[in-house]
C-alpha cells in the first residue's frame, strides 16, 4: 500500500485508498494521518463509479467524519464533499489543457458539469469567454458548484440544475465549443450537442476504451449519430487522457462540426 489520492488543500484534506487494500487498511491509514498533518480522514473505495450521479462508495477508515473539503487546483478552489458527488483530482491537467483550447468570446457549454472544475478552469485561463454554461443533474453537485462560483468569484459561468436533456432545448443559443465529460453515458448525447454546436464549433466527446483499440468504437459511434443527425464532421484529434481500469483508458475524440 503506497499511493492514495487525496481531495483538499494544507489544511483539511481526504485521503483516498485503493479497494483492494482491505488487510492493513487500519495501519496504512494511521501511517498516512501521522505523516500527513492535512490529512484529516481517510476513505477506502468500496465499489466503481455507478449510477447517474458517477458516485462510488466508500468506508471509512480513520480520522474526522466530516469529509467536506476545499480542493485547491491551479490556483482556483473547489469545495465538495466526495461522498456525495463526483471529483478527480487526476483529470486536473486535462481540464487545463480543454481551457487553453478557449479563445475570447466564446460560448461553451459543460453537459455534465458536477461541481463545476472544468467552468472554473476555463474562466480562470480564459477570462474574455463570452458564456459559460453548465448542466448538472446531481443536486448536490449543483449546489457546491454554486458555492464554488462564489468562492472564485467567476463571472461568466450560467449553471443549470437538471438532465440535459430537459434542459439543453430549453437554452436558444448554440455554442462554441461543447464539453461532454460523461466517459460511459455520453454517448446518448451526442445528437444533442451535435445540434447545440455552432459551424466549425468543437465538441469535446469522452469515452472509454481497451487499449488494444483505443478508438475505433468511439469513432464509429461518433460517425453514427453525426449520420443521423445530418451533420458533417471531422474528428481532428484522439487523445488517451487517463487510465480508467486495469487496461481501460479514458479517451477523448475532438470533433469539428461542420
Ligand atoms: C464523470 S462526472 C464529471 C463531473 C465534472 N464535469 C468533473 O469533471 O468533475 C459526470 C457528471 O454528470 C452528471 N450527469 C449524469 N447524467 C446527467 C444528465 N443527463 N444531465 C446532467 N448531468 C448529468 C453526474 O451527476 C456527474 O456529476
Redesign the pocket.
Known amino acids: 500500500m503506497t499511493s492514495f489520492d487525496t481531495i483538499g488543500n494544507k489544511d483539511k484534506s481526504v485521503a483516498i485508498i485503493e479497494e483492494s487494500n482491505s488487510n492493513e487498511e487500519k495501519n496504512f491509514a494511521r501511517e498516512i494521518l501521522k505523516k500527513h498533518p492535512n490529512i484529516k480522514t481517510v476513505l477506502k473505495k468500496t465499489s466503481e463509479r455507478k449510477g447517474?450521479?458517477?458516485n462510488r462508495e466508500y468506508k471509512f477508515v480513520a480520522g474526522i467524519k466530516n469529509t467536506e473539503v476545499i480542493h485547491r487546483e491551479h490556483g482556483f478552489l473547489l469545495k465538495l464533499n466526495p461522498r456525495y458527488?463526483?471529483?478527480?483530482p487526476r483529470?486536473a491537467t486535462e481540464r487545463q489543457r480543454i481551457a487553453t483550447k478557449v479563445n475570447s468570446d466564446e460560448d461553451i457549454l459543460?453537459?455534465?458539469?458536477?461541481?463545476c472544475?472544468?467552468g472554473i478552469a476555463i474562466e480562470k485561463k480564459q477570462p474574455d469567454v463570452k458564456r459559460i454554461c453548465c448542466?448538472?443533474?446531481?443536486p448536490k453537485?449543483h449546489e457546491y458548484a454554486e458555492e464554488n462560483l462564489k468562492l472564485n468569484k467567476t463571472k461568466k459561468i450560467k449553471l443549470y440544475s437538471?438532465?440535459?436533456?430537459e434542459i439543453l432545448p430549453k437554452i436558444k443559443n448554440k455554442f462554441d465549443r461543447i464539453i461532454m465529460?460523461?466517459?460511459k453515458?455520453g454517448y446518448s448525447?451526442l445528437d444533442l450537442a451535435l445540434n447545440k454546436t455552432k459551424k466549425k464549433g468543437m465538441i469535446y466527446f469522452y469515452y472509454w476504451a481497451n487499449e488494444s483499440d483505443l478508438f475505433s468504437e468511439a469513432v464509429k459511434i461518433v460517425r453514427e449519430e453525426a449520420r443521423k443527425s445530418n451533420k458533417k464532421i471531422k474528428i481532428i484529434d484522439k487523445r488517451k487522457v487517463l487510465p480508467y481500469g486495469p487496461r481501460i483508458w479514458k479517451i477523448r475524440l475532438d470533433i469539428l462540426v461542420n
Not at 448542466?135 to 446531481?138: L, R, T
Not at 437538471?162 to 436533456?165: E, L, M, N, R, T
Open positions: 447517474k450521479y458517477r458527488t463526483y471529483f478527480s483529470e459543460i453537459m455534465f458539469s458536477g461541481i472544475p472544468f448542466v448538472e443533474i446531481n453537485a437538471g438532465d440535459v436533456k465529460p460523461l466517459p453515458k448525447y
